[in-house]
């Protein structure tokens, strides 16, 4: 009796080959809600259909966070929310997001940084809160705020990319 047998029947080994030939492994994308004092960070699937929030960092732990997590996963892609104001101009704050992307592009070289718009990812993240019945206190919990924007921004990403048929 093989090894796998102990803990797989015969049907999920066959089921577990046919999805790893259909679906050469794929590195998964990840979505940045980047901000001076906190970063919500956001995670595809390996299969790259399903955004989940990650979590929120201390922009100043960032670049450390992004290095280890990088060494522990692979990342395909790197998404970027940029702040833009409603007459289509960039925000004071889109300096900063330059000034981190620049940075990146160097401490991460092999991976590909995308800018995404992310107008309206805090209004949305409030009213998803709202929606999933969050009580006001956890609403003011800024880091969630922050982490739920990223993953609307990756999701963003996500919608775009299968409308223009992008990798």
């Known amino acids: 009796m093989s090894f796998f047998y102990l803990f797989f029947t015969k049907e999920e080994i066959i089921y577990k080959f046919i999805i790893v030939l259909l679906f050469p492994i794929m590195g998964r994308i990840l979505a940045l809600d980047y901000g001076r004092k906190r970063t919500g960070v956001a995670v595809t699937d390996p299969l790259q259909m399903i955004a989940n929030g990650l979590t929120t960092v ?13 060494g522990k996963e692979v990342v395909e892609r790197i998404v970027i929310g940029m702040p833009k104001q409603l007459n289509n101009q960039l925000s004071e704050n889109a300096r900063y997001v330059t000034q981190f992307m620049k940075r990146l592009e160097k401490i991460l070289p092999n991976i590909p940084v995308t800018m995404v718009d992310e ?49």
């Open 58 to 70: 201390p922009t100043f732990e960032l670049e450390h966070f992004l290095l280890e997590y990088t």
């Open 119 to 167: 107008r309206f990812t805090s209004v949305l993240a409030h009213q998803t809160m709202l929606d999933g019945g969050l009580k006001k206190q956890a609403r003011k919990n800024k880091a969630l705020v922050d982490e739920i924007s990223a993953t609307i921004i990756l999701q963003s990403f996500l919608e775009s990319r299968s409308i223009l048929n992008l990798k």
